[in-house]
């Protein structure tokens, strides 16, 4: 294999497996630390290791102010709402049923594509959105989840971080951005750590000193920093340029099947029937999308 495709399988593995496991250092975090402290510790910390590496390595951090203004859009879509809004959300839900209905991304995409690029949706498509449907009615009409506080609450909030990272994930497919994709992660996170400090402080979160954080926030913080962020959203913004944004959105596939197996392994969390029926009809869906024989999307690369 040459280099090109070495680095699109072990990107493909980083979102697939390394995302899949976040739902799941979040949860931990999350039930000691505020959740926007939390998601702001995060990519402070790991926007500034990015920063430090790149800097180590000889490359400049220069970037014009387009890209600054598109890294900053992004970094809201992605980090400050779609990811801080889920940390904040895994309050009142399971992680694996956060993964589950996240797995929604690729209908979604497909669906904003239709209307954004006037992107025509083929008869799978079509079977592949009832799937959806019908997958995510089933999800979310359990009477242990109804029966839970501030649960249906936790499923919007999580839907419509669906949505920004939709969103984001066609902006970034055709925005000018930083060529070296390290610099671009750098940018977005340590934006967001700030966007979400000012968030905590706004919603008057109580800061807690890392000295008195017990060890399984500390390991998870340190997963969450090495791993979900610096490792996997580098490979995200990597396959966004590489590839169609569709395939990107199959981390899909793999995320909830990662979620509901550490979430039960290490969480004790509850894995209903219904869950699993739900979870099949909604892969189900998003397999019908992206087998679909069409064209693939050419992605505008404007720094080429």
């Known amino acids: 294999m040459n280099k090109r495709t070495v680095l699109i399988v072990l990107s493909f593995f980083s979102i697939y497996v390394f995302w899949g496991s976040t739902y ?10 505020p959740p926007f402290m939390l998601a702001s510790i995060r990519f402070t910390l790991a926007g500034s290791l990015v920063f430090m590496i790149t800097k180590a390595m000889g490359k400049s951090l220069a970037i014009t102010k387009k890209q600054l203004i598109n890294c900053a859009i992004a970094s809201f879509l992605f980090l400050s709402y779609g990811n801080g809004v889920i940390v904040w959300a895994l309050q009142y839900v399971d992680s694996g049923f956060a993964a589950l209905e996240a797995s929604l991304q690729p209908l979604i995409v497909l669906i904003l594509m239709r209307f954004i ?12 959105i009832l799937f959806g449907i019908l997958g995510m ?11 839970g506080e501030g649960s249906i609450l936790g499923i919007v909030m999580i839907f419509s971080c669906i949505l920004c990272w939709s969103l984001g994930s066609i902006f970034v497919a055709q925005a000018d951005l930083p060529k070296n994709f390290f610099i671009t992660t750098g940018y977005q996170m340590l934006i967001a750590g700030i966007t979400l400090a000012i968030a905590s402080f706004l919603f008057q979160e109580h800061w807690i000193a890392p000295a008195l954080w017990d060890s399984k926030t500390q390991i998870s913080l340190l997963c969450l920093v090495l791993f979900g962020s610096i490792a996997a959203f580098t490979a995200f913004n990597y396959l966004l340029k590489e590839v169609s944004t569709e395939k990107v959105a ?19 969390e509850n894995i209903t029937l219904q869950s699993l029926l739900a979870a099949g009809i909604i892969l189900t869906g998003v397999y019908f999308i992206n087998s679909r024989k069409d064209k693939k999307i050419k992605v505008l690369r404007k720094n080429s």
């Open 117 to 128: 690029q006037r992107k025509a949706i083929k008869l799978k498509s079509v079977v592949g």
């Open 24 to 33: 799941l250092w979040n949860k931990i975090a999350v039930t000691q630390l």
């Open 137 to 147: 009615y089933l999800l979310i009409s359990q009477q242990d989840l109804r029966a």
């Open 250 to 268: 199959t981390s899909a596939y793999v995320n909830p099947v990662i979620a509901l197996l550490l979430g039960w392994y290490f969480l004790d």
